[in-house]
Structures are given as structure tokens and as C-alpha cells.
């Protein structure tokens, strides 16, 4: 069992940056691929980024691509979601997730994080 707890949310401006990070709760992260997801209120949830295990590839939605870096740390037991170039429609409650393979899908990711709200407003 993985428990991930997420961190870094709050309320930033548009056009500003802010980084967030998903940990493990008395475990390690070292044997799985990571996923962001972010889900806004009435909307289903979606995915942003993906790391593979060995954080040798990344992947990201169209939406942020080009704006939000998915990294993992060098002991790789934490994996930061580094959020650039803020727009309203980022805002939403960010999810990290742990798999044992890096992938699109909801469904590849058996462990998940309680989410960090993010809000963008001047």
C-alpha cells in the first residue's frame, strides 16, 4: 500500500508559477511511475503529467505542455509537478498517483493522493 500526500497548492496569479510536490507516507516511490491528475469543480478529472519510474520520460496533456515539468528528485521518493505560466483554466484540485507504469489512464494508477487545491485569480 502506497499513501501519497500531495503539497505546494494555494492561490496564485495568472502568469505565475509555483511547483508542487507528492511524497510517500512510510514507503518508497522508487519502483513506480507517477501521474498528475487534475480534476475542477463539475468536470471530470484529467490527466496533466506522467513520469516513468526511472524518470527517464515524461508525458503531458496538450493543455500543459510546454508550461509544467514533472520531475522526481534523486533519491526518487518525491515528485514535484513544477507549474509555470498560470492560466485560469489550471485551477483545479491536483492529484498524484502511483502506478507501476506510467500512463494516461485513471485506471493504471492504483494509489492516489487526498489532492492539492490549486486557485488562479488576480
Known amino acids: 500500500q502506497v499513501q501519497l500526500v500531495e503539497s505546494g497548492g494555494g492561490l496564485f496569479q495568472p502568469g505565475g508559477s509555483l511547483r508542487l510536490s507528492c511524497t510517500p507516507s512510510?514507503?518508497?516511490?522508487?519502483?513506480?511511475?507517477m501521474g498528475w491528475f487534475r480534476q475542477a469543480p463539475g468536470q471530470a478529472r484529467e490527466f496533466v503529467a506522467a513520469?516513468?519510474?526511472?524518470?527517464?520520460?515524461?508525458w503531458y496533456s496538450d493543455s500543459v505542455k510546454g508550461r509544467f515539468t514533472i520531475s522526481r528528485d534523486g533519491a526518487k521518493n518525491t515528485v514535484h509537478l513544477q507549474m509555470a505560466s498560470l492560466q485560469s483554466e489550471d485551477a483545479a484540485v491536483y492529484y498524484c498517483?502511483?502506478?507501476?507504469?506510467?500512463?494516461?489512464?485513471?485506471?493504471?494508477?492504483?494509489?492516489w493522493g487526498q489532492g492539492t487545491q490549486v486557485t488562479v485569480s488576480s
Open positions: 498517483a502511483a502506478g507501476l507504469r506510467a500512463t494516461l489512464r485513471e485506471g493504471s494508477y492504483p494509489y
Open positions: 512510510g514507503s518508497t516511490l522508487i519502483n513506480y511511475a
Open positions: 513520469i516513468s519510474a526511472n524518470g527517464g520520460s515524461t
